[in-house]
């Protein structure tokens, strides 16, 4: 630890948002703990509405209007229940884990209007979205769910997605020391 006193990170409210959408994104496919993921993914969210001026996923065009019912009323009940703990601190709430599947998909939107096609996890988490639940969105947009198949896309192999995912960082940290 020593030797790690002067070492420090350079960051854009840009980059941490990435960061913590990718590890959230890796927790998700790992099935690890859902609260944890949520916090992570809701932080990203706190920063990209604000860099992007927008909730792409509320206003898209790639959702349908059974998708939108579902995401607005889950997405503000958890949010407002957690980011306001001073007014209810002895509240409890029945969390639904399936908000972070909102929550996810926000985010990956935001961050491909951020950083265009070549961000491989929010590519990645969008056709896992659009090829787990097909009904929630458009025609015209699964058209590139079966394009994604034909290359060997298996949203049912959450093994490969995060060996994907964690490969896909490390050849940007390679990149990043070059």
Not at 41 to 60: G, P, V
Not at 77 to 82: C, E, Q, R, T, Y
Request: charged share 30%; proline share 3%; hydrophobic share 45%.
């Amino acid at each position: 630890m020593t030797n790690q006193k002067n070492i420090r990170i350079m960051l854009t409210k840009k980059e941490v948002a990435k960061r913590h959408f990718i590890e959230a994104e890796i927790l998700f496919f790992e099935k690890r703990d859902p609260i944890a993921i949520h916090h992570l993914i809701h932080a990203a969210h706190e920063i990209l509405s604000k860099i992007t001026k927008k909730n792409i996923l509320l206003n898209d065009l790639y959702l349908t209007e059974l998708g939108k019912k579902f995401a607005k009323p889950a997405f503000v009940k958890a949010k407002n229940f957690i980011k306001h703990a001073d007014k209810d601190r002895d509240e409890s709430f029945f969390f639904n884990p399936n908000i972070n599947v909102i929550l996810l998909l926000d985010c990956a939107y935001m961050l491909y209007d951020v950083y265009g096609d070549d961000f491989f996890p929010g590519k990645t988490y969008i056709l896992w979205c659009a090829a787990t639940e097909p009904a929630l969105f458009k025609d015209s947009f699964l058209i590139e769910v079966d394009k994604a198949k034909q290359v060997g896309f298996d949203p049912n192999d959450s093994n490969t997605i995060v060996t994907s995912l964690k490969y896909w960082v490390q050849i940007k940290k390679n990149e990043e020391l070059q």
